[in-house]
Nanobody
């Protein structure tokens, strides 16, 4: 049974940093792409950043480019989202997702995800 477990969400002041982690288990191979999505109250879930299974191809939504960095440690089945220069508009529940395919389509559409984590709350406020 596939499981994705996120951690690292917190309350942080504007301009601060957080690192989210997502540990994957239950996959029979490393042949899966992963990504981070977020959903703010009253808004649709959006793809924040995603990364391919093994060749490091990444995508970032425009609003986080230059501030967020996605990475993955395949040896430990973990994907990270380093978030710097956080803004109040980054406040949301952040979800880790995985797709049983090595790549995402452009924009990492959420309907391509096969598995989801439970989410972790990120609040950016002074």
């Amino acid at each position: 049974q596939v499981q994705l477990v996120e951690s690292g969400g917190d309350l942080v002041q504007p301009g601060g940093s957080l690192r989210l982690s997502c540990v994957a288990s239950g996959f029979t191979s490393g042949y899966y792409a992963t990504g981070w999505f977020r959903q703010a109250p009253g808004k649709e879930r959006e793809g924040v950043s995603c990364i391919s299974a093994s060749d490091g191809i990444t995508y970032y939504t425009d609003s986080v480019k230059g501030r967020f960095t996605i990475s993955r440690d395949n040896a430990n089945n973990t994907v990270y989202l380093q978030m710097n220069s956080l803004k109040p508009e980054d406040t949301a529940v952040y979800y880790c997702a995985a797709k049983y395919h090595p790549w995402w389509n452009i924009g990492c559409p959420s309907n391509e995800a096969n598995y989801w984590g439970q989410g972790t709350q990120v609040t950016v406020s002074s």
